[in-house]
């Protein structure tokens, strides 16, 4: 049970978590606040939603859970804002980059989470990796997460390394979608067509690799017959480098992420 909530920050993120958990019913609007800085966007979820709305940071002792949901620079500022947090409120923070020890340091009295989601939580089909170095029991918070789609409980480190792939995932698989859609009008396809056929078929592997359970080499190799279409353009993908540049990619951003942390 997550009790009453605040969410701090409703941009892509904050708004993607909220809609999804209220939804599901993992939140309640009546036990759910939202701090954000425009009045015209408070009005707007309030509306919408039927949120309890802040413009300023409110007195904390009243909430269970608190949704950290802003930019990580802008998150020295609010973590110093939040004295009056109450022993064992459990605070979770989605901001890439800052670490538990940091979080715990400004807040001690928490319970603090990291998690770092992706952005397709805004449709449900997000990929959540929470970490603690406290809390026994995760299920509350691994249920808020469950509202947007699948979760895992892992290490810290673990966590960072799941940024540079899930986390910052969606956004190599649009420049792969962009690079095939393009491969489509150069054979000669209308551009919405062949956006959508390869956008099809990069959805439908993916719900095939995950719902057969099996390795995508097997899977790769029940589309793969001899001598056949399948295979002359994999082998054509590999010659330019293709999986070297995916896993160079990943490496890349694990790197600078690592960078940003310091
Ligand atoms: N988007 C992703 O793919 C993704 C993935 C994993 C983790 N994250 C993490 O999620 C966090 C939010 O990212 P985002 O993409 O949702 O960014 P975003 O869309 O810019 O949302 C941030 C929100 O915070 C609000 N805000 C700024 N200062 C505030 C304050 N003092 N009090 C209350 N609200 C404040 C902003 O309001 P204004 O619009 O009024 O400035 C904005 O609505 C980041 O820490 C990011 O690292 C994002």
Known sequence: MLGKTL?????????????????????NANHTSVL?????????????LGVIGFIKMPPLEDFQTIILAVK??????VLSQMDSLREGTTVISVAAG????????????????????NTPASIGCGMTALATDVADDTSAVEALFAAVGEVVVVSEADLDRLGALSGTGP???????????DAGVRIGLPRVLAIKAAAQ???????MALSSGEHPAVLRDQVTSPGG???AG??????????SALQDGVLASYERSNELGK
Do not use: C, H, N, W
């Open 171 to 181: 956004g190599y698989m649009f420049v792969i979608l962009d690079a095939l859609a």
């Open 229 to 231: 279409t399948t295979i």
């Open 234 to 243: 994999i082998g054509a993908m590999e010659k330019g480098g293709l999986r």
């Open 201 to 207: 078929a990069m959805y439908g592997a993916g719900k």
């Open 7 to 27: 969410v701090i920050g409703v941009g892509s993120m904050g708004s993607a978590l909220l809609k999804g958990a209220l939804d599901k019913g993992i939140l």
């Open 72 to 77: 990580p620079q802008v998150l020295p500022t």
């Open 36 to 48: 954000v800085r425009r009045s015209e966007q408070l009005e707007s979820l309030r509306a919408e």
């Open 98 to 117: 800052v670490t538990l020890s940091t979080l715990q340091r400004a807040l001690p009295k928490a319970t603090i989470y990291r998690a770092m989601p």
